[in-house]
């Protein structure tokens, strides 16, 4: 087989240009995945202040962190299996959004294993995990919505 010439070159060339990284199944992929990081580490977040100072709360707490790993374990799976490309600004978004959901969850996992912090009401818990989640789910929205949009 002999080297393309230079206008069959070029030809092979806009046509690899035309063809789209940014198809809208990766996006879905990407976007349901960065909302799953974020829901499991605001699940994890809430039951784990819900839990503080009960009588079971170390067991609960080593049963939702499980959870959360075997989740974060499947998101993963799911993102490299379904998705065939990273759509445009998906990776750098989904980082941000997870982080931004990280710093409050970890705010408030000091305060319950360092600092013996009880929550005064599930309500308030269950809130706090919504705080929490609140980042990457906004993350994941903006990617399934695309840049420019």
Do not use: K, N
Not at 99 to 109: F, I, Q
């Amino acid at each position: 087989m002999s080297a393309p010439t230079p206008q069959e070159a070029r030809g092979l060339l806009d046509r690899a240009d035309a063809v789209g990284l940014d198809d809208d199944g990766a996006r879905r992929v990407h976007a349901r995945v960065a909302v799953g990081y974020g829901v499991a580490l605001g699940v994890f977040g809430a039951v784990a202040w819900a839990v503080a100072g009960t009588r079971w709360g170390g067991v609960v707490t080593f049963a939702v962190q499980l959870a959360y790993l075997a989740a974060i374990v499947a998101l993963a799976r799911h993102r490299e299996r379904a998705a065939r490309t990273v759509p445009r600004r998906a990776r750098r978004v989904a980082v941000v959004g997870v982080l931004g959901s990280g710093v409050p969850l970890l705010a408030l996992t000091w305060g319950v294993f360092l600092g013996d912090l009880q929550a005064p009401s599930p309500l308030l818990a269950a809130l706090a995990g919504l705080v929490i989640a609140a980042p990457a789910v906004v993350a994941g929205a903006s990617i399934r919505r695309g840049p420019g949009r």
